[in-house]
């Protein structure tokens, strides 16, 4: 009886290991396997990576970082590597001789890796980070966010496409950028083990400091970016409300409003633009003037505040001025001050006034 009761509990244990065994072996052959290059790795398909990783279809998948067109062909998906973009067979290379592929949408960038992932699988991974529906308004002007202000450098910088067309070298070094710091997760070569373990290790490392940074921008921009964006785009609604030349704004409530300018006032067809904003400090309860830039990425204001009045403070500026209650007007006359509201659109209408 005994023996009896020993080969039951045999087989019973057998029968779970085999089952066990058996749900191993499934999910073995379930699991996606994506391909990218082995060797020096780039920024671009560490983010491609990490981004195909978070779609349902690529869930998890397995990374084989390899050159050999034999085994990428048995893969399920190739990034970076085997000279196709063909998203039907879900091929994402960008090397291959006559390759043009942009974003679009007015985009105009050729894409790297990155780009051809995000295109392809951008809108469902913003929708499920941010827990929307793939429809929703909201979802696409993030994917167009997102690809503005993340993964088109990504591209442009694999593609070597310089930000600025000018033959004048750059007046500084910055190695701070997320490419630069990928790139020196790579095996330093004083490293004495450089095996194709390491490699892959440091691989990884690559991909979540790439993703990280992605998921990052992604929260910001619906965490903050998308309300602020409402704000500006009610307060320019209401321009003519607070000065009949439509060039004054004033914010109803602080936020980042000069990422959003420059694009609403172009969807809204805003004409005379925005010259000066008024907010009120977040520090205190002086009312801040700020003269809007030129463009987004330069410091030249469209409208500086007076000449005479920069460089002034107080009872000088009010002075000056001849508006009481002035607090500063910054040196380079970008920025100015005033105890209430009523001074400083009284210092942004005379700044409209000037010549």
């Keep these: 009886m005994f023996v009896s009761r020993g080969l039951c509990c045999s087989r019973i244990w057998n029968r779970s290991l085999f089952l066990k065994r058996s749900s191993n072996f499934r999910a073995c052959f379930s699991t996606k396997r994506v391909g990218t290059h082995n060797g020096t790795f780039h920024c671009d398909e560490a983010l491609a990576c990490f981004i195909l ?53 007015g985009f105009n960038t050729k894409l790297s890796s990155a780009g051809l992932v995000y295109k392809h699988y951008g809108l469902e991974i913003i929708a499920k980070e941010i827990q929307l529906d793939q429809r929703h308004p909201d979802v696409f002007r993030l994917f167009l966010a997102v690809y503005k202000n993340f993964i088109e450098a990504v591209d442009a910088i694999d593609n070597g496409i310089h930000q600025y067309d000018t033959d004048q070298p750059p007046r500084y070094v910055n190695n701070t950028s997320l490419g630069h710091r990928i790139g020196r997760l790579n095996l330093d070569w004083i490293e004495p083990d450089q095996s194709s373990e390491k490699e892959d290790e440091a691989f990884h490392r690559a991909m979540e400091l790439a993703g990280s ?88 204001s469209c409208k500086a505040l007076p000449l005479s009045w920069r460089g002034l403070e107080k009872e000088k500026l009010s002075e000056e001025s001849s508006i009481p209650g002035c607090v500063f007007v910054h040196m380079s006359g970008f920025i100015g001050a005033n105890r209430t509201y009523e001074g400083a659109l009284a210092m942004a209408r005379a700044s409209l006034m000037t010549s």
């Design 213 to 300: 940074e992605f998921l990052e921008c992604v929260h910001f921009h619906f965490k903050s970016w998308l309300p602020a964006r409402s704000i500006v785009m009610e307060c320019l609604a209401k321009r003519y409300d607070i000065d009949s030349s439509g060039e004054i704004m004033k914010l109803s409530k602080q936020c980042p409003w000069k990422l959003h300018i420059f694009e609403l006032e172009e969807e809204m067809k805003i004409d005379p633009p925005i010259k000066y904003v008024l907010y009120q400090d977040d520090r205190s309860e002086n009312w801040r003037i700020q003269a809007v830039s030129v463009s987004p990425e330069r410091f030249e």
């Design 53 to 105: 990783r978070r779609s349902s279809r690529f869930s998890d998948a397995q990374i084989i970082r390899t050159r050999d067109h034999q085994v990428l062909e048995k893969l399920d998906a190739a990034l970076d590597v085997g000279g196709v973009y063909d998203p039907q067979s879900e091929r994402y290379d960008h090397h291959q001789k006559g390759f043009s592929e942009v974003f679009g949408l």
